[in-house]
């Protein structure tokens, strides 16, 4: 059985940083993508930022120049540290893992979310 647990989310005031950590666990062959995703009150779930492999992100248009994407291939970890952070990234944030599990094939994981309440 695989497990992703997220980390690091919370209250924090507008302008202000959060550093999310998500790490996998579980009979986990290999690891491809890993990302988060937000999804805000009222709307669809949209992704914030992707890591592969071979560490080359994208992010969503939205935060690109405040979020940054990292993973930790040795903990299988991914984390997001989020600065300068605005009320509209208000959210319950969501890891992601497109992984192999030993003897079952390739999926894509979720973990259970981390509510990020950004405060005006």
């Known amino acids: 059985q695989v497990q992703l647990v997220e980390s690091g989310g919370g209250l924090v005031q507008a302008g202000g940083s959060l550093r999310l950590s998500c790490a996998a666990s579980g009979s986990i062959f290999s690891i491809n993508a890993m990302g988060w995703y937000r999804q805000g009150s009222g709307k669809q779930r949209e992704l914030v930022a992707r890591?592969?492999?071979?560490?080359?992100?994208n992010y969503a248009d939205s935060v690109k120049g405040r979020f940054t994407i990292s993973r930790d291939n040795a903990k299988n970890t991914v984390y997001l540290q989020m600065n300068s952070l605005k009320t509209g990234g208000t959210a319950v944030y969501y890891c992601?893992?497109?992984?192999?599990?030993?003897?079952?094939?390739?999926?894509?994981?979720w973990g259970q979310g981390t509510q990020v309440t950004v405060a005006s």
């Open positions: 890591i592969t492999s071979t560490l080359s992100t």
């Open positions: 992601a893992s497109d992984l192999e599990v030993a003897g079952r094939g390739q999926a894509d994981y």
